[in-house]
């Protein structure tokens, strides 16, 4: 990997944290509990606008990967965009039938209007990432960052309406398709026509990805869906809130995901590739509770109303290292290796574990916070199940003392009676210990290999 191009990824991924920062304390405190509830609405409906290509796009994605976007012809670009385009301009219309006679809901209508030019922003962008285009790929995230930043400054400074955030996301998505759209169409003077054979070719081959990337996403919405459903606008409230806090180190695993993929494509899920980023994800996700301590210091001094939200979140930010060799390892090793069926079928299962689990929390103990337990333990058996799907993931000794030692660390922590920023200090030193004496020779290597990246970008 490039250390120059990732270090632009991350860095415009900690912008969109900022903003995501911004968001997720300034909204929840000019809105009141009502409005926050709809709002948090809306954004659970946009969590599946990425899957109404119908796997086109996640075949494109697939066949793509790894390769010289100067090896790609233009007139081939070309066409590909014309097909999504087609797949997805039926499907608004169909949602758009549905949201006048069934769900006549308004954050379901700004949903719909929604969907298409974020499906063509989202093309680009998977073009740029399969090709290694980060450069080109920041300034996508670039764009999308601002779109972000001026729907929370407009119901901050204009009128505090979710209906204008609504408004807001849709025209500036509009916006960025037009010139998205631009890029492509103006690429090339001709568009070469994809025959069926070669559309159904890249939709079967990524709708099993899609398929598999829609049954993971449910699996990190259903306990939101539960909530919404059973318990009341207050509680889906302060469980939406835990969750925009977890959402901002979600951002940077994203990012890190954008990273991977091509860098495993290229070394075709060599085991020791593998092995090695396993443990980076480890060492660096690890720190990521210290967040907490934070964020607590944060809400009890800015946002006492979401108090209530700390015990959820205080569970959920546990996961973030599972979560994190899920989304961003195991997901594309998955891919690398075209083993979508097999993907589909493991993130199925974890998605009937999690409703499981999920129904009894809701139904037999009825109470919220234990939604966000039946979350984690559904996301560290994940982590478990899947460690044998490829060499190089074996669970070894240090890796489970390492978590055996986080989950202590964290939990005595958090019952010192001192200051929500001291904790968070002592977490971090208590990660750099244990991870010093369990995978010394790992953080050697990484050290190593970012001073022999920089030597030889300097040449």
């Known amino acids: 990997m490039n250390i120059k191009k990732s270090l632009r990824v991350i860095f415009v991924e900690c912008f969109g944290i900022l903003i995501g920062i911004l968001s997720g304390l300034v909204i929840p405190k000019v809105f009141d509990i ?32 790894g390769k010289d976007i ?19 301009t039926v499907t608004v219309a169909i949602l758009f039938i549905v949201s006048i006679f069934f769900i006549k809901d308004m954050a379901f209508r700004y949903f719909v209007f929604y969907i298409l030019p974020f499906q063509v922003v989202l093309f680009v962008s998977l073009l740029y990432r399969a090709t290694g285009e980060f450069n080109k790929y920041v300034v996508v995230r670039i764009a999308q960052n601002i779109v972000n930043l001026a729907s929370i400054l407009a119901v901050i400074l204009i009128i505090k309406s979710p209906i204008l955030y609504m408004q807001i996301q849709v025209i500036g998505n509009i916006v960025l398709a037009i010139v998205s759209a631009a890029l492509i169409m103006l690429s090339a003077k001709k568009t070469e026509k994809i025959e069926r054979s070669e559309i159904k070719s ?93 964020l607590e210091f944060i809400v009890k001094n800015f946002l006492k109303q979401y108090i209530p939200s700390l015990e959820v979140l205080g569970i959920l930010i546990i996961g973030i290292p599972f979560m994190t060799l899920t989304n961003v390892l195991y997901a ?25 689990l999920n129904a009894f929390a809701t139904y037999v ?29 074996e669970i070894h000794k240090n890796e489970i003392i390492h978590f055996i030692v986080y989950l202590f660390c964290y939990e005595i922590i958090k019952i010192i009676p001192t200051s929500s920023l001291i904790k968070a200090f002592m977490f971090i030193i208590s990660m750099l210990i244990t991870e010093y004496i369990l995978f010394n020779s790992d953080m050697k290597d990484i050290f190593a290999m ?9 040449v």
């Open 202 to 294: 890249i939709t079967s081959m990524g709708f099993t990805i899609m398929i598999a990337n829609t049954v993971s996403l449910l699996f990190v919405t259903l306990d939101r869906w539960f909530v919404k459903i059973k318990f009341t606008d207050s509680d889906f409230a302060f469980y939406s809130f835990a969750v925009s806090m977890l959402s901002l180190f979600i951002v940077l695993i994203n990012s890190i995901t954008v990273l991977f993929y091509p860098y495993l494509a290229r070394s075709k899920g060599d085991a020791k590739v593998v092995s090695n980023v396993k443990k980076y994800i480890i060492l660096i996700c690890s720190f990521a509770p210290a967040g907490y301590f934070v």
């Open 332 to 356: 594309n090793l998955y891919k690398v290796g075209m083993r979508g069926k097999e993907y589909l079928i493991v993130a199925s299962k974890m998605v009937a574990l999690a409703f499981i």
């Open 450 to 458: 970012i001073k022999s990246r920089k030597k030889n970008n300097r």
């Open 70 to 88: 100067t090896d790609i012809k233009k007139e081939k670009i070309k066409g590909y965009f014309y097909v999504m385009l087609k797949i997805v």
């Open 34 to 65: 009502q409005s926050y509830s709809y709002l948090k609405t809306f954004t659970l409906y946009i969590t599946y606008a990425g899957m109404l290509h119908f796997g086109f796009s996640d075949g494109m994605y697939l066949i793509l990967g």
């Open 365 to 393: 103990l009825k109470d919220p916070v234990m939604i966000a337990y039946a979350t984690l333990v559904t996301l560290v058996v994940w982590y478990v199940y899947s460690s044998k799907d490829f060499k190089g993931l």
